[in-house]
């Protein structure tokens, strides 16, 4: 295993997908998924220290808020797991609906401050 552990980096745009070199630089063993059902599928398999999704705000959505629910609702059960999300500022309120039902330990705006995400991930290391 990587010193940093492994990370599930869920990138369904490709505004982050350039930060697996910063995962990587940093120890970590990534593992990267382009839609949330692979990803499910990839967490119930393996376990994860870190996962790195997006956030989207999809009001059209019937019973959901965003991308991210079903994600969430299947990391909840790995409490060792830290969730780390990316969201466009103006997404903000809908993210908070999102939090107060999921746990999620850190959320960056995009474009994301690469600094900020470096001292974030060697602080969960």
């Known amino acids: 295993m ?6 599930l980096a869920v990138v369904e745009f490709l505004a982050h997908a ?3 070199s910063i995962y990587e ?3 970590y063993a990534v593992t990267q998924e382009f839609t ?14 870190v996962i790195a999704a997006d956030f989207y705000f999809q009001p059209d959505f019937r019973d959901r808020v965003s991308n991210l629910e079903s ?7 790995h409490a060792g797991t830290r969730v ?8 903000a ?7 107060a039902r999921f746990r999620i ?3 960056l705006t995009m474009p994301v401050d690469e600094a900020a995400l470096s001292a974030l991930l060697q602080g969960w290391r």
């Open 84 to 91: 780390l999300v990316y969201h466009d500022p103006a997404h």
């Open 25 to 27: 630089d940093l120890g």
């Open 93 to 99: 309120e809908a993210l908070a609906k999102v939090r």
């Open 36 to 49: 949330v059902r692979r990803a499910i599928a990839q967490l119930r398999r393996t376990p994860f220290d």
């Open 105 to 107: 330990d850190a959320a």
């Open 18 to 20: 350039r930060l697996k």
């Open 2 to 7: 990587a010193q940093g552990g492994r990370l």
């Open 71 to 77: 994600l969430l609702a299947a990391a909840q059960p």
